[in-house]
């Protein structure tokens, strides 16, 4: 490792607290990235039900299993994801993949709480079986979440953390043999960069552990 001056890259430094909220979403989703997206069902109160993306979506922990959403106010009110994970203590988490994308994208509309996404989207719904909530019944990974935690951003959304009590699986996505890791090239995840800007499965590249 050399320490040559030259080589230092001279970085514009951007302070978050000079830039406006805007900037600083660009700056952030621009560059955490890929991001898988998280597509969240849920059951209303009066039984609609909800589906919308989030790409603010992590894997946090394997032991619990816990996953997290951030999710965001629109025009200082909860969403309607957040309403309904707080209302039923539960949601599913939908893989999004590449034969979904276009049915993801429209789940982002913004529409009356009242009005059943599954159907707006013309996807096929069905039940977990470990939480009270509705799934994406063609889709080939979902995680079946239980509310663990709901954390709130002082005031800009929740954090809210999931523990998956169901991990459903298409038999027909492969794993790698001798494990449980399902196999990528299978699954066709698709990774949001910024804006409307999305991304599909790379090159894989394996490199073993020094
Ligand atoms: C790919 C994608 C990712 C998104 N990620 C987030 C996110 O992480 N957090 C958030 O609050 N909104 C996110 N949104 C916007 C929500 O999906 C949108 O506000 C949606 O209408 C919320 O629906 P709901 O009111 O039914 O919960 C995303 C939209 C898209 C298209």
Redesign the pocket.
């Given at each position: 490792m050399t320490h040559d001056p030259s080589e230092a890259i001279r970085h514009r430094v951007i302070s978050t607290s000079g830039t406006d909220g805007r900037g600083r979403y660009q700056l952030l989703t621009s560059l955490v990235v890929p991001r898988p997206?998280g597509w969240?069902s849920t059951r209303g109160k009066d039984g609609t039900l909800?589906?919308?993306?989030?790409?603010?979506?992590s894997a946090i922990s394997a032991s619990p299993m816990l996953i997290s959403?951030?999710?965001?106010t629109?025009q200082g009110a909860a969403?309607?994801?957040?309403s309904n994970i707080r209302d039923q203590g539960a949601f599913c988490v939908n893989v999004v993949t590449e034969g979904q994308l276009a049915a993801?994208?429209q789940?982002?509309?913004?529409?009356p709480?009242d009005q059943d996404?599954f159907a707006f989207a013309g996807l096929p719904v069905a039940v977990a079986e470990t939480v009270e909530a509705p799934y994406v019944a063609n889709c080939p990974a979902v995680l079946e979440c239980r509310l663990f935690k709901d954390v709130n951003l002082d005031g800009t959304?929740s954090l809210i953390i999931g523990e998956v009590m169901a991990v459903r699986l298409d038999p027909a996505l492969g794993t790698i043999e001798g494990s449980e890791y399902v196999d990528s090239e299978g699954l066709k995840p698709v990774g949001?960069l910024w804006g409307s800007a999305?991304t599909l499965l790379g090159e894989i590249k394996i490199l073993e552990r020094p």
């Open positions: 997206i969240v909800n589906l919308a993306p989030f790409s603010f979506f959403l951030s999710i965001g629109r969403k309607d994801s957040l993801m994208n789940t982002a509309a913004s529409l709480a996404e959304g949001r999305y």
